[in-house]
Protein backbone atom coordinates (compact mmCIF):
# COMPACT_ATOMS: atom_id res chain seq x y z
CA UNK A 1 0.00 0.00 0.00
CA UNK A 2 0.93 3.62 -0.28
CA UNK A 3 1.10 6.20 2.38
CA UNK A 4 2.80 10.00 2.14
CA UNK A 5 6.30 9.83 3.12
CA UNK A 6 7.44 10.82 6.75
CA UNK A 7 10.05 12.92 7.39
CA UNK A 8 11.63 11.75 10.84
CA UNK A 9 13.44 14.41 12.77
CA UNK A 10 13.20 12.32 15.86
CA UNK A 11 16.59 10.10 16.62
CA UNK A 12 15.05 7.02 16.03
CA UNK A 13 14.47 5.72 12.74
CA UNK A 14 10.62 5.55 11.37
CA UNK A 15 9.63 2.06 9.49
CA UNK A 16 6.62 1.56 7.37
CA UNK A 17 4.56 -1.31 6.29
CA UNK A 18 6.30 -3.94 3.59
CA UNK A 19 6.23 -4.01 -0.07
CA UNK A 20 3.71 -3.87 -2.32
CA UNK A 21 2.27 -6.10 -4.75
CA UNK A 22 5.13 -3.86 -7.61
CA UNK A 23 7.70 -4.76 -5.10
CA UNK A 24 7.77 -1.18 -4.18
CA UNK A 25 7.93 -0.07 0.09
CA UNK A 26 6.14 2.46 1.49
CA UNK A 27 7.85 5.90 2.18
CA UNK A 28 10.68 5.45 4.68
CA UNK A 29 12.65 8.95 5.15
CA UNK A 30 15.04 8.70 8.02
CA UNK A 31 17.12 11.96 9.35
CA UNK A 32 18.69 10.81 12.18
CA UNK A 33 21.92 11.52 11.86
CA UNK A 34 23.07 7.88 12.48
CA UNK A 35 24.91 5.56 10.43
CA UNK A 36 22.31 2.99 8.59
CA UNK A 37 23.34 -0.53 7.72
CA UNK A 38 21.78 -1.14 4.75
CA UNK A 39 23.33 -4.96 4.31
CA UNK A 40 25.75 -3.59 1.42
CA UNK A 41 28.47 -1.92 3.05
CA UNK A 42 28.01 1.06 5.72
CA UNK A 43 27.41 4.15 5.40
CA UNK A 44 27.07 7.97 7.15
CA UNK A 45 24.32 8.90 5.40
CA UNK A 46 21.56 10.78 7.34
CA UNK A 47 18.44 10.41 5.17
CA UNK A 48 17.03 7.06 3.72
CA UNK A 49 15.16 7.40 0.44
CA UNK A 50 12.52 4.64 -0.64
CA UNK A 51 8.91 3.96 -1.33
CA UNK A 52 6.62 5.57 -3.33
CA UNK A 53 6.39 9.79 -3.14
CA UNK A 54 3.18 11.12 -3.58
CA UNK A 55 4.73 15.05 -2.44
CA UNK A 56 6.97 17.13 -4.16
CA UNK A 57 10.94 16.49 -2.14
CA UNK A 58 13.96 19.20 -2.48
CA UNK A 59 17.30 17.24 -1.53
CA UNK A 60 19.97 19.71 0.90
CA UNK A 61 23.07 19.50 -1.14
CA UNK A 62 24.69 19.21 2.80
CA UNK A 63 23.33 16.24 3.65
CA UNK A 64 23.96 12.34 2.59
CA UNK A 65 20.89 10.19 1.30
CA UNK A 66 21.05 6.77 0.87
CA UNK A 67 18.25 4.96 -1.25
CA UNK A 68 17.51 1.22 0.44
CA UNK A 69 14.63 0.07 -1.90
CA UNK A 70 12.79 1.00 -4.81
CA UNK A 71 12.00 4.91 -4.62
CA UNK A 72 9.20 6.06 -7.04
CA UNK A 73 7.77 9.51 -7.96
CA UNK A 74 4.24 9.02 -8.60
CA UNK A 75 2.74 11.67 -11.22
CA UNK A 76 2.40 15.01 -9.98
CA UNK A 77 5.45 15.25 -8.35
CA UNK A 78 9.15 16.75 -8.51
CA UNK A 79 12.23 15.91 -7.39
CA UNK A 80 14.62 18.42 -7.08
CA UNK A 81 18.78 17.47 -6.64
CA UNK A 82 20.89 20.53 -5.83
CA UNK A 83 24.08 20.89 -7.34
CA UNK A 84 26.88 18.78 -5.54
CA UNK A 85 24.21 16.40 -4.38
CA UNK A 86 25.52 12.82 -3.83
CA UNK A 87 23.44 10.06 -3.03
CA UNK A 88 24.42 6.47 -2.38
CA UNK A 89 22.72 3.76 -2.77
CA UNK A 90 22.31 -0.23 -1.16
CA UNK A 91 24.44 -1.95 -2.45
CA UNK A 92 22.17 -5.04 -2.82
CA UNK A 93 21.61 -5.26 -6.47
CA UNK A 94 18.34 -4.72 -8.97
CA UNK A 95 16.17 -3.86 -6.19
CA UNK A 96 17.05 -0.91 -5.15
CA UNK A 97 16.29 2.64 -7.86
CA UNK A 98 15.09 5.69 -8.41
CA UNK A 99 12.27 5.67 -11.05
CA UNK A 100 10.51 9.19 -11.94
CA UNK A 101 6.91 7.81 -13.17
CA UNK A 102 4.72 9.11 -16.08
CA UNK A 103 3.94 12.93 -15.26
CA UNK A 104 6.24 13.03 -12.31
CA UNK A 105 9.75 15.33 -12.80
CA UNK A 106 13.32 15.21 -11.81
CA UNK A 107 14.85 18.53 -11.64
CA UNK A 108 18.94 17.40 -10.71
CA UNK A 109 21.06 20.37 -12.30
CA UNK A 110 24.48 19.71 -11.16
CA UNK A 111 27.81 21.82 -13.20
CA UNK A 112 31.10 20.80 -13.87
CA UNK A 113 32.38 21.61 -10.64
CA UNK A 114 29.84 20.55 -8.61
CA UNK A 115 27.81 17.49 -10.07
CA UNK A 116 25.13 15.28 -8.64
CA UNK A 117 26.72 11.81 -7.92
CA UNK A 118 24.71 8.45 -7.15
CA UNK A 119 27.00 6.08 -5.99
CA UNK A 120 27.00 2.80 -4.33
CA UNK A 121 27.09 2.83 -0.44
CA UNK A 122 28.97 0.01 -0.33
CA UNK A 123 32.81 0.23 0.77
CA UNK A 124 34.35 -0.97 -1.92
CA UNK A 125 31.71 -1.18 -5.05
CA UNK A 126 31.26 -2.77 -7.75
CA UNK A 127 29.28 -2.47 -10.74
CA UNK A 128 25.85 -4.06 -10.14
CA UNK A 129 25.47 -3.00 -6.79
CA UNK A 130 22.42 -1.63 -7.02
CA UNK A 131 20.18 -0.55 -10.07
CA UNK A 132 20.04 3.03 -11.70
CA UNK A 133 18.26 5.80 -12.87
CA UNK A 134 14.92 5.63 -14.88
CA UNK A 135 12.83 8.16 -16.77
CA UNK A 136 9.31 7.50 -17.94
CA UNK A 137 7.21 9.62 -20.03
CA UNK A 138 4.37 9.52 -22.72
CA UNK A 139 6.30 10.01 -25.81
CA UNK A 140 5.47 7.80 -28.67
CA UNK A 141 6.82 4.10 -28.54
CA UNK A 142 6.18 1.50 -31.11
CA UNK A 143 5.65 -1.07 -29.01
CA UNK A 144 1.82 -0.57 -28.68
CA UNK A 145 -0.39 0.17 -31.01
CA UNK A 146 -0.30 3.75 -31.31
CA UNK A 147 -2.23 6.68 -29.34
CA UNK A 148 -2.39 6.88 -25.58
CA UNK A 149 -1.34 3.28 -25.02
CA UNK A 150 1.61 2.56 -22.95
CA UNK A 151 3.56 -0.08 -22.36
CA UNK A 152 5.00 -1.07 -18.96
CA UNK A 153 8.71 -1.46 -18.12
CA UNK A 154 11.55 -3.85 -17.38
CA UNK A 155 11.96 -2.83 -13.91
CA UNK A 156 8.99 -1.83 -11.48
CA UNK A 157 6.40 -2.46 -14.46
CA UNK A 158 5.67 1.18 -14.61
CA UNK A 159 4.07 2.86 -17.82
CA UNK A 160 5.43 4.21 -20.36
CA UNK A 161 4.50 5.71 -24.06
CA UNK A 162 1.83 7.24 -25.19
CA UNK A 163 1.26 10.66 -28.17
CA UNK A 164 2.99 13.21 -26.34
CA UNK A 165 6.28 14.17 -28.01
CA UNK A 166 7.60 17.04 -26.07
CA UNK A 167 6.51 15.53 -23.02
CA UNK A 168 8.30 16.87 -20.43
CA UNK A 169 10.36 15.00 -17.45
CA UNK A 170 12.64 17.71 -16.12
CA UNK A 171 16.08 18.43 -16.05
CA UNK A 172 19.61 15.89 -15.87
CA UNK A 173 22.60 18.60 -15.80
CA UNK A 174 25.94 17.22 -14.83
CA UNK A 175 25.00 13.82 -13.30
CA UNK A 176 27.03 10.97 -12.90
CA UNK A 177 25.65 7.20 -12.05
CA UNK A 178 28.23 4.98 -10.84
CA UNK A 179 27.89 0.86 -9.94
CA UNK A 180 24.49 0.72 -11.28
CA UNK A 181 23.00 -2.20 -13.23
CA UNK A 182 21.95 -4.88 -10.90
CA UNK A 183 19.93 -7.45 -12.76
CA UNK A 184 16.55 -9.18 -11.50
CA UNK A 185 16.76 -11.99 -13.94
CA UNK A 186 17.55 -12.45 -17.48
CA UNK A 187 15.04 -10.22 -18.94
CA UNK A 188 14.85 -7.65 -16.61
CA UNK A 189 17.69 -5.85 -16.16
CA UNK A 190 18.41 -1.93 -14.76
CA UNK A 191 20.87 0.08 -16.47
CA UNK A 192 22.74 3.56 -15.31
CA UNK A 193 20.19 5.43 -17.22
CA UNK A 194 16.70 4.28 -18.20
CA UNK A 195 14.64 6.42 -20.56
CA UNK A 196 11.54 5.04 -21.00
CA UNK A 197 9.07 6.98 -23.87
CA UNK A 198 10.92 10.39 -22.44
CA UNK A 199 9.81 13.49 -24.48
CA UNK A 200 12.09 15.92 -26.13
CA UNK A 201 10.86 18.90 -23.76
CA UNK A 202 12.66 16.83 -21.53
CA UNK A 203 16.40 18.33 -20.93
CA UNK A 204 19.29 15.97 -20.69
CA UNK A 205 23.09 17.14 -21.01
CA UNK A 206 26.07 15.75 -19.41
CA UNK A 207 25.27 12.80 -17.85
CA UNK A 208 28.09 9.92 -17.29
CA UNK A 209 27.51 5.92 -16.70
CA UNK A 210 30.64 4.86 -15.28
CA UNK A 211 31.36 1.06 -14.08
CA UNK A 212 27.93 -0.46 -14.93
CA UNK A 213 26.66 -4.60 -15.21
CA UNK A 214 24.40 -3.54 -17.84
CA UNK A 215 24.11 -1.03 -20.31
CA UNK A 216 24.94 2.53 -19.64
CA UNK A 217 22.80 4.41 -21.35
CA UNK A 218 19.33 2.93 -22.47
CA UNK A 219 16.59 4.22 -25.00
CA UNK A 220 12.70 2.69 -25.38
CA UNK A 221 11.17 4.85 -27.63
CA UNK A 222 10.62 8.44 -26.97
CA UNK A 223 12.23 11.36 -28.85
CA UNK A 224 14.16 12.96 -26.05
CA UNK A 225 17.29 14.46 -27.04
CA UNK A 226 20.87 14.62 -25.16
CA UNK A 227 23.66 15.88 -25.29
CA UNK A 228 27.33 15.38 -23.78
CA UNK A 229 27.04 11.56 -23.01
CA UNK A 230 29.91 9.39 -21.27
CA UNK A 231 29.48 5.75 -20.67
CA UNK A 232 32.96 4.35 -19.29
CA UNK A 233 33.34 0.84 -18.35
CA UNK A 234 29.83 -0.40 -19.05
CA UNK A 235 29.71 -4.43 -19.33
CA UNK A 236 26.68 -5.20 -21.58
CA UNK A 237 26.35 -2.06 -24.13
CA UNK A 238 27.14 1.13 -24.21
CA UNK A 239 24.35 3.11 -25.78
CA UNK A 240 21.49 1.37 -26.71
CA UNK A 241 18.04 2.11 -28.21
CA UNK A 242 14.54 0.24 -29.11
CA UNK A 243 11.25 0.73 -29.59
CA UNK A 244 11.18 3.52 -32.33
CA UNK A 245 13.52 6.07 -30.66
CA UNK A 246 13.76 8.86 -32.42
CA UNK A 247 15.73 11.50 -30.34
CA UNK A 248 19.35 13.05 -30.88
CA UNK A 249 22.54 12.13 -29.39
CA UNK A 250 25.04 14.94 -29.37
CA UNK A 251 28.80 14.49 -28.45
CA UNK A 252 29.12 11.06 -27.01
CA UNK A 253 31.94 8.92 -25.65
CA UNK A 254 32.17 5.02 -24.61
CA UNK A 255 35.31 3.65 -23.36
CA UNK A 256 35.50 0.09 -23.03
CA UNK A 257 36.33 -2.06 -19.97
CA UNK A 258 37.64 -5.29 -19.97
CA UNK A 259 34.10 -6.53 -19.56
CA UNK A 260 31.91 -5.32 -22.07
CA UNK A 261 29.90 -5.78 -25.16
CA UNK A 262 28.87 -3.25 -27.90
CA UNK A 263 29.97 0.63 -28.26
CA UNK A 264 26.03 1.16 -29.67
CA UNK A 265 23.34 -1.53 -29.94
CA UNK A 266 20.79 -0.24 -32.08
CA UNK A 267 17.29 -1.71 -32.60
CA UNK A 268 14.08 -0.71 -34.61
CA UNK A 269 11.67 -2.30 -32.48
CA UNK A 270 11.66 -4.45 -28.95
CA UNK A 271 11.75 -7.94 -30.60
CA UNK A 272 10.62 -9.46 -27.04
CA UNK A 273 7.27 -7.38 -27.95
CA UNK A 274 7.22 -7.09 -32.09
CA UNK A 275 6.58 -3.51 -34.09
CA UNK A 276 2.99 -2.82 -33.21
CA UNK A 277 2.72 0.49 -34.29
CA UNK A 278 0.61 1.54 -36.93
CA UNK A 279 1.68 2.51 -39.37
CA UNK A 280 5.13 0.69 -38.85
CA UNK A 281 7.91 2.72 -37.85
CA UNK A 282 11.45 2.24 -36.52
CA UNK A 283 14.22 3.80 -34.56
CA UNK A 284 15.98 6.81 -36.32
CA UNK A 285 17.58 9.01 -34.21
CA UNK A 286 21.12 11.32 -35.25
CA UNK A 287 24.11 10.66 -33.91
CA UNK A 288 26.27 13.73 -34.13
CA UNK A 289 30.20 13.70 -32.57
CA UNK A 290 30.82 10.18 -31.60
CA UNK A 291 33.60 8.33 -30.42
CA UNK A 292 33.88 4.96 -29.43
CA UNK A 293 37.23 3.70 -28.09
CA UNK A 294 37.58 -0.44 -27.99
CA UNK A 295 40.43 -2.75 -26.80
CA UNK A 296 42.12 -3.46 -30.11
CA UNK A 297 40.92 -5.18 -33.33
CA UNK A 298 42.82 -8.61 -31.98
CA UNK A 299 39.70 -8.77 -29.25
CA UNK A 300 36.56 -9.84 -31.63
CA UNK A 301 34.32 -7.12 -30.42
CA UNK A 302 32.53 -4.72 -32.75
CA UNK A 303 31.73 -1.19 -32.17
CA UNK A 304 28.19 -0.67 -33.35
CA UNK A 305 25.63 -2.76 -34.21
CA UNK A 306 22.48 -2.11 -36.44
CA UNK A 307 19.73 -4.35 -36.25
CA UNK A 308 15.98 -5.15 -36.18
CA UNK A 309 15.03 -2.48 -38.62
CA UNK A 310 16.88 0.30 -37.54
CA UNK A 311 17.43 3.32 -39.11
CA UNK A 312 19.94 6.56 -37.96
CA UNK A 313 21.56 9.02 -39.15
CA UNK A 314 25.39 9.10 -37.98
CA UNK A 315 28.24 12.24 -38.42
CA UNK A 316 31.51 12.73 -37.40
CA UNK A 317 32.47 9.05 -35.94
CA UNK A 318 35.29 7.99 -34.97
CA UNK A 319 36.16 4.64 -33.73
CA UNK A 320 39.42 2.91 -32.72
CA UNK A 321 40.54 -0.66 -31.47
CA UNK A 322 38.01 -3.08 -32.68
CA UNK A 323 37.46 -6.12 -35.17
CA UNK A 324 34.64 -4.78 -36.62
CA UNK A 325 33.18 -1.39 -36.50
CA UNK A 326 29.68 -1.17 -38.31
CA UNK A 327 27.84 -4.73 -38.07
CA UNK A 328 24.31 -4.21 -39.65
CA UNK A 329 21.64 -7.25 -39.68
CA UNK A 330 18.18 -7.83 -40.86
CA UNK A 331 16.38 -9.35 -43.45
CA UNK A 332 13.95 -8.40 -46.18
CA UNK A 333 10.60 -8.78 -43.94
CA UNK A 334 10.25 -7.40 -40.45
CA UNK A 335 14.05 -6.51 -40.21
CA UNK A 336 14.29 -4.11 -43.07
CA UNK A 337 17.53 -3.21 -41.83
CA UNK A 338 19.39 -3.34 -44.92
CA UNK A 339 16.39 -1.02 -46.97
CA UNK A 340 17.17 1.69 -44.28
CA UNK A 341 20.49 2.14 -46.43
CA UNK A 342 19.50 1.98 -49.52
CA UNK A 343 16.68 4.37 -48.92
CA UNK A 344 19.51 6.89 -46.97
CA UNK A 345 17.60 6.29 -43.75
CA UNK A 346 20.29 4.56 -42.36
CA UNK A 347 23.78 6.08 -43.17
CA UNK A 348 27.24 7.46 -41.61
CA UNK A 349 29.55 10.54 -42.92
CA UNK A 350 32.86 11.63 -41.76
CA UNK A 351 34.08 8.22 -40.42
CA UNK A 352 37.17 7.69 -39.50
CA UNK A 353 38.54 4.08 -38.28
CA UNK A 354 41.46 3.23 -36.53
CA UNK A 355 42.60 0.08 -35.37
CA UNK A 356 39.32 -1.47 -36.89
CA UNK A 357 39.96 -4.92 -39.23
CA UNK A 358 36.10 -4.67 -40.59
CA UNK A 359 34.41 -1.32 -41.84
CA UNK A 360 30.97 -2.62 -42.54
CA UNK A 361 29.52 -6.04 -42.02
CA UNK A 362 26.64 -6.70 -44.47
CA UNK A 363 24.31 -9.05 -42.57
CA UNK A 364 20.87 -7.85 -43.71
CA UNK A 365 20.26 -9.71 -47.05
CA UNK A 366 20.08 -6.67 -48.94
CA UNK A 367 23.07 -5.65 -51.44
CA UNK A 368 24.49 -2.32 -50.92
CA UNK A 369 28.49 -1.23 -51.32
CA UNK A 370 30.23 -0.23 -48.22
CA UNK A 371 29.91 3.56 -49.83
CA UNK A 372 26.12 3.41 -50.04
CA UNK A 373 26.11 3.38 -46.28
CA UNK A 374 29.29 4.95 -45.13
CA UNK A 375 31.93 7.97 -46.27
CA UNK A 376 35.18 7.77 -44.46
CA UNK A 377 36.91 10.77 -43.10
CA UNK A 378 40.50 10.44 -42.18
CA UNK A 379 40.19 14.25 -40.70
CA UNK A 380 37.10 13.30 -38.61
CA UNK A 381 37.16 14.18 -34.71
CA UNK A 382 34.61 12.68 -33.35
CA UNK A 383 33.61 14.40 -30.05
CA UNK A 384 35.97 16.72 -27.86
CA UNK A 385 35.59 14.72 -24.69
CA UNK A 386 38.73 16.09 -23.43
CA UNK A 387 37.54 19.31 -23.04
CA UNK A 388 33.76 18.81 -21.88
CA UNK A 389 33.77 15.69 -20.03
CA UNK A 390 36.94 17.50 -18.06
CA UNK A 391 36.24 18.24 -14.14
CA UNK A 392 33.09 16.02 -13.63
CA UNK A 393 33.50 12.55 -14.72
CA UNK A 394 35.39 9.50 -13.96
CA UNK A 395 38.16 7.81 -16.09
Known amino acids: MKNNFLLGLAITATLLTSCGADDTADIVINDNSVTNNNGGGSSSCEVELKGNYTSDLTLDPTKCYIITGATIFESGTTLTIPAGTTIKAAATGSDVYLAISQGAKIMAEGTSSQPIIFTSAASTPNAGD ?21 STSEIASLPYGGDVP ?39 EYIQMFEGKDDGVEFFGGTVNVNNVSVVNAQDDSIDWTEGYSGTITDAYVKHGTDHDKGIEADGYNTDIGNLSSPKYFSK ?70 DVTVKVKNDTGVAFADSDFMTENTAATGTDYATWGAGWTRQ
Not at 183 to 190: R, V
Not at 324 to 347: A, C, I, Q
Open 130 to 150: WGGLILLGKAPINSVSGGTAT
Open 285 to 354: PTVTNLTIVGLGSGTGNEAIRLRAGTQGIFNNVVLRGFAEGFDLDGDVTDNPTGNGVTSGDLKATDVKFD
Open 166 to 204: NDNSGVLSYVRVEYSGGKADGQSENNGFSFYGVGNATKV
